[in-house]
C-alpha cells in the first residue's frame, strides 16, 4: 500500500475501551474524490474508528496518513490546525450555535482560521445558496427545518475547502425525505466538487449510493 499516494490511510488500528477490545487492527485507504461508507451493527467500532482516523481520538497502536503525512506524529497544535484546514465534519446532531444565524454558523471554522471576512462571507453566502439556503442566511437554527440544520452543517464542513469530510451518521436524525435530500446532496458535491467523504452510516441507500462500502463487526472488516 502506497499511503503517499493515497488521500487516507489507516494502518493496523487497535483500540480497546478499558478490558474491551472495540478496534483489532483496522486497516482502510481512501482515494481522492471517494465517497466511502463503512456500516456494521451498533456496537461493531464504526464510530470509533471514524473518529480515530479523523483524530479525534487516539488509536492505541496503528499509524494514519492524510495525503502522505502521518497525522498520529502531530502535535496538539498541529493537529488543530490540519482540523481546521484539511478536513471537515458532519455529525448526527448538527451542532449549530444557537444564537448564530445560519450565515454566522458557516462562517465560524473561517474565522477561526482567520481568514478574511471578506472573503468568509462571500464564500460562506455561496455554499448556503448551493444548499438551497440562501434565502435563510439570517434565521437562526430555531427557525430551520432539521434538514435544513443539517445542509447548514455541512456548509459549515465546505467552509475552508478541506480535502475530506467526515460524516458520522448524518442521516441518523433526520426523516426519510430529508434523509435522500442529503444524500443526494452528496452526491452532488462528490461530481461537481470532486468532494471527498468517509461515511459511518445505517442507511442502506446511502451506503449504496456510495463508490465503496465497507462493513465492519466485531471490531474489524468483513
Do not use: C
Not at 497502536?61 to 502531530?74: A, D, R, S
Not at 478536513?87 to 450565515?103: D, M, N, S, Y
Not at 471576512?117 to 430551520?144: E, N, Y
Amino acid at each position: 500500500m502506497n499511503q503517499a499516494s493515497k488521500l487516507l490511510v489507516a494502518k493496523d488500528i487497535w483500540k480497546n475501551y478499558g478490558p474491551v477490545p472495540v478496534l483489532k487492527g483496522v486497516s482502510l485507504e481512501l482515494e481522492k474524490g471517494e465517497l466511502v461508507s463503512i456500516v456494521g451493527a451498533s456496537g461493531a467500532g464504526k464510530s470509533t474508528l471514524l473518529y480515530i482516523v479523523s483524530s479525534l481520538e487516539q488509536a492505541d497502536k496503528g499509524e494514519v496518513f492524510f495525503e502522505g503525512n502521518n497525522i498520529t506524529q502531530l502535535s496538539n497544535k498541529q493537529l488543530a490546525s490540519y482540523r481546521n484546514h484539511s478536513i471537515g465534519f458532519v455529525f448526527q446532531f448538527h451542532h449549530l450555535l444557537p444564537e448564530f444565524t445560519a450565515l454566522e454558523n458557516v462562517s465560524i471554522p473561517g474565522w477561526i482560521a482567520k481568514t478574511s471576512k471578506k472573503q468568509v462571507h462571500t464564500r460562506a453566502l455561496a455554499l448556503l445558496d448551493f444548499m438551497g439556503l440562501a434565502d435563510k442566511a439570517a434565521k437562526k437554527p430555531h427557525s430551520l427545518s432539521g434538514g435544513e440544520q443539517q445542509r447548514v452543517a455541512v456548509a459549515r464542513a465546505l467552509l475552508n475547502n478541506p480535502a475530506l469530510i467526515f460524516a458520522d451518521e448524518p442521516t441518523g436524525n433526520l426523516d426519510s425525505e430529508n434523509a435522500a435530500a442529503l444524500h443526494e446532496l452528496f452526491i452532488r458535491l462528490r461530481n461537481e466538487m470532486n468532494q471527498s467523504f468517509l461515511i459511518v452510516t445505517h442507511n442502506e441507500l446511502l451506503a449504496n449510493m456510495s463508490n465503496r462500502t465497507l462493513h465492519m463487526k466485531d471490531g474489524q472488516f468483513i
